[in-house]
C-alpha cells in the first residue's frame, strides 16, 4: 500500500505539477473576482502641533491649507472598515523655517495597517504664513428689546465688565467694529440679570462670527433695573409784586405734570415737585412772565426724568380795576359826595351802588374822581347841619360802605338838635326823606361845607 502510494508521486510528475499551477491560477481568479482589490481614499483636517512655539513668540499662522487627502489600496471585503478617523493627519511647527514650508505627515491607525497597501498623500507639504497678533479693549455695548410692562421704565443697563480685552491675529482684530450683548425685557416688571453673549460687529453694524484664532478676556454679566413711574405736580412760587395797578392772577405749567421714575421708597414720598424762590420773579411787571425751567436739576435725590424735556412756567398778569379797602398795600377807596341838587336819602341809597359798581369803563371812574376832589365853600347865616353822605367800595365782590369824609366847620351861633330831641313819625306815616318834604333843610348854597374824597388808586 505504502509503495502504490509513493509510485504516484513519481508517476507523471511534470503533469502534476502542472496541475497544480493550473488549480493556483484558478484560485487567483476566484479570489479577484469574488474579493478584488480597489483604489480607495480619504480626506481629513490637518491639525497643527506644537503651535505654541509662534504664538509665544507674538506670531499668529496659517496654513495654506487644511485638508489632505490619502489614497490607498484595500480588498473589497476589508473597504467599509476604512474610515478618515482611521488616519491622522498633522503638521509639527517645531518644523517651521523662515521659508515658511512644513511637511505633513499621516498616520495609519494600526487595526488597519495590514488591510490597505499603496498608500499616498496630498499635498505633502503646505506653507505656512504668520503675523503679529494684536491685544485690543473693546468697550461692550447692549442694545434692549422690547418694551417694560405698562408703568414701568428700563433704566441703563449695567454691565460687569463693561470692557473687554480681545487677542489674536490683526488681520481678525481689525474685522471687529465694535462687540455688545443682545437683551430682551419684553413686559418686564422686575430688574432682569444674566450673562451676556457677547456678538462681534463689522463697521457696517453686522454681526460676524468670532475667529477660532480670537480669545476672549471674560464673559459678561448685566443688569437692567426697571423702574416704577408716577405723574408729580409742579409747584412754582413768585416773587414780588407786579406794577402798581396789576395783580397776578395765576402761574401755569405746561406740561401741568412731569413723568418721573425710581426705586418704589422714594416714590411714595413725593406727589409734588416744589421749586425753589427766584426762579419766576415779578417785580413791577405789567404783563405774563414767562420762563424755561429744566426739571431735571431741581429733581429730588433717587428721582429721574422720563423725558428730558424743559417745562414753560407762565405767570398771569392782568389790570386790577377791583379794589379791596383797607388792604395793606392796596389803595384806599373812593368816597363819592352827594350830588349838588341834595338827592333825598332813598335816591342816594340807590344811586350809591350805580356810581361804585365795578363795570364803569377806568375812564369814567377816573373822572368822577376828579369831579369828587373839588370842593366848595357856601356861605350862610343858617345853622349848619352835617350831612352824612352814603358812599361804598367795590372790590369784585359785594359792596362795602365806608364812614363819610364831609368835614363841617363849627358855627357857634347854630345847634343841631340831638337825634333823640326828633319828634317822632305818627303810626302809619313813613318817616320822610332827608331832604323830603317834611325833613330840615339841607345845605344852602352859603353852606360852609367841605367835601373830601380819598383819590382812587
Do not use: C
Request: hydrophobic share 35%; proline share 10%; no cysteine.
Amino acid at each position: 500500500m505504502l509503495k502504490h502510494l509513493i509510485n504516484i508521486f513519481r508517476v507523471n510528475i511534470p503533469l502534476k505539477i502542472i496541475s497544480v499551477a493550473i488549480a493556483f491560477l484558478l484560485w487567483l481568479v476566484v479570489v479577484n473576482v469574488s474579493n478584488p482589490e480597489v483604489t480607495d481614499s480619504v480626506t481629513m483636517e490637518i491639525s497643527v502641533n506644537n503651535g505654541e512655539e509662534l504664538m509665544n513668540k507674538g506670531k499668529a499662522f496659517s496654513l495654506d491649507s487644511r485638508t489632505v487627502r490619502v489614497t490607498y489600496k484595500v480588498r473589497s471585503n476589508y473597504r467599509s472598515q476604512i474610515q478618515p478617523s482611521s488616519f491622522t493627519a498633522y503638521v509639527d511647527m517645531t518644523d517651521y523655517s523662515i521659508t515658511g514650508a512644513v511637511p505633513v505627515y499621516v498616520d495609519v491607525s494600526p487595526s488597519i495597517s495590514n488591510l490597505i497597501s499603496g498608500m499616498t498623500q496630498n499635498p505633502m507639504v503646505i506653507h505656512v504664513s504668520t503675523e503679529d497678533m494684536q491685544e485690543k479693549d473693546f468697550t461692550v455695548s447692549a442694545r434692549v428689546n422690547g418694551q417694560p410692562a405698562e408703568g414701568y421704565i428700563a433704566g441703563a443697563v449695567q454691565m460687569e465688565p463693561a470692557v473687554v480685552s480681545l487677542y489674536g491675529p490683526k488681520s481678525e482684530i481689525g474685522k471687529v467694529s465694535r462687540v455688545g450683548i443682545v437683551l430682551d425685557i419684553d413686559q418686564a416688571s422686575e430688574t432682569q440679570y444674566g450673562t451676556g453673549k457677547i456678538q462681534f460687529f463689522d463697521a457696517n453694524d453686522n454681526v460676524i462670527p468670532l475667529s477660532p484664532s480670537i480669545t476672549l478676556s471674560s464673559d459678561v454679566q448685566y443688569t437692567v433695573p426697571v423702574y416704577k413711574t408716577k405723574n408729580l405736580s409742579i409747584n412754582v412760587p413768585t416773587t414780588g409784586q407786579p406794577e402798581r395797578g396789576f395783580t397776578l392772577t395765576g402761574v401755569e405749567t405746561e406740561p401741568r405734570f412731569v413723568q418721573v421714575y425710581g426705586e418704589d421708597a422714594v416714590l411714595e414720598q413725593y406727589n409734588t415737585i416744589y421749586l425753589p424762590d427766584g426762579l419766576l420773579d415779578i417785580s413791577g411787571v405789567n404783563s405774563n412772565v414767562t420762563i424755561s425751567v429744566a426739571m431735571q436739576n431741581y429733581l429730588p435725590e433717587g428721582l429721574y426724568m422720563v423725558s428730558q424735556s424743559d417745562v414753560s412756567v407762565v405767570a398771569r398778569i392782568a389790570r386790577q380795576t377791583d379794589v379791596i379797602p383797607g388792604a395793606a398795600g392796596l389803595p384806599q377807596p373812593t368816597i363819592q359826595t352827594p350830588p349838588a341838587t341834595n338827592p333825598t336819602a332813598a335816591e342816594t341809597t340807590a344811586a350809591a351802588p350805580e356810581e361804585t359798581t365795578a363795570e364803569h369803563p377806568e375812564s369814567e371812574t377816573e373822572h368822577e374822581t376828579e369831579e369828587s376832589t373839588e370842593h366848595t365853600i357856601h356861605e350862610s347865616p343858617e345853622p349848619v347841619t352835617e350831612e352824612e353822605p352814603s358812599s361804598h367800595a367795590v372790590y369784585g365782590g359785594p359792596e362795602i360802605s365806608t364812614e363819610p369824609a364831609d368835614i363841617t366847620p363849627e358855627d357857634p351861633g347854630s345847634e343841631t338838635p340831638h337825634p333823640s330831641e326828633q319828634p317822632s313819625p305818627e303810626p302809619g306815616h313813613p318817616e320822610p326823606a332827608a331832604d323830603g318834604p317834611g325833613s330840615s333843610p339841607g345845605p344852602s348854597p352859603g353852606d360852609d361845607t367841605y367835601h373830601v374824597v380819598s383819590p382812587a388808586g
